[in-house]
């Protein structure tokens, strides 16, 4: 029994008749007592935030929560939806193509602005990061010109480091990548990897972060898409005729 109980050893939760722990905190303790964002915070750092700390990690959390059917993860949701599979289905089904390209550059940026850091050096991590890819994750965007997101979330880092809760390293860090390749300013990724980094976030977390956030946005469109009749919704509309390449 031993063996089997060590292989699924953890000290995320104990699960007991009548016991439920939660990285070591009773749950009939943390119920009506926490938020959201703090059980995902003692979740994942095996302690509560304090107020400030929580508030920031709210904040990255509801601005990237969606972002239209312009979205690739929240199209396919939609689509999905109306082939006859569950809500769940459809959701996993948006959340699966949050990838490297679509999903992945709050990471990205994450070990971006961990480099300037470390190295203290930004004009040169940017120049090695654009000999890669002439693309910096969390700078520049297809759709905005300036993310609306941009500013009131670093306001708050602004406000957090003022305040000390936040060392200000990776912020600085963005703000030189900024000034580097300017006039592209950065955009919601670059700066909720400023927050999840500035918190302490490991850089593989920002996306873990980021798909609990786009979560909702997809589980709210897919929802919607089924109450509007569809069937085996495609991509476009059947009126339109995809482009014959042969011709």
Known sequence: MSIVADWWGTSVSRIEPNVIELQGRPVQELIGQIGFTEIIWLMLRGQLPDERQAALLEAALVSSVDHGPHAPSIAVARMAITCGVGLNNAVATGVNLLGDVHGGAGEQCVELLDEIVRTGDAAATVARWRA???????????????????????????????????????????????????????????????????????????????????SVGILAHTWEESGQGRRNKGPMPPSILPTDLRA
């Open 132 to 214: 890669r890819d002439k693309y910096l994750p969390g700078f520049g965007h297809r759709f905005h010109t300036r993310d609306p997101r941009r500013d009131p979330l670093l306001g708050l880092v602004d406000d957090a480091v003022a305040g000390g809760v936040v060392s200000g390293a990776h912020l600085r860090a963005a703000r030189q990548v900024e000034e580097l390749i300017s006039p592209v300013p950065m955009n919601v990724d670059g700066a909720t990897a400023v927050i999840y980094a500035e918190l302490g976030f490991p850089a593989p977390l920002a996306r873990g972060l980021f798909v609990l956030s786009r």
